[in-house]
């Protein structure tokens, strides 16, 4: 899978259901960083949204593990279409 040049760097809670994503970039303090590292979600690592649900909650698909965040969470998080 390669990222596609022109595919934006959007949030994560923008990102399309369904898609293959690569993580671009996190921002946050430290122990959000030591959280999301421990569930598999750094720089370059390739994930799916699964699901969406109200109040902007996400499923998403990490190494084909299914993950529940919330949206504080996945705000924080950037990705970028690959294909």
């Known amino acids: 899978m390669t990222t596609t040049d022109n595919s934006p ?11 293959a994503l690569a993580v671009v970039s996190t921002s946050g303090g430290y122990e ?19 699901e969406r649900h109200s109040q902007g ?10 993950l529940a965040i919330g949206h ?7 990705v970028k279409v690959v294909q």
């Open 9 to 19: 760097i959007v949030s994560l809670t923008f990102a399309p259901t369904g898609t």
């Open 32 to 50: 959000f960083q030591r959280k999301i590292a421990s569930l598999g979600i750094y720089p370059n690592e390739k994930l799916e949204i699964v």
């Open 57 to 66: 909650a996400l499923v998403i698909n990490v190494k084909g593990s299914r």
């Open 72 to 78: 504080g969470m996945s705000r924080k998080i950037k």
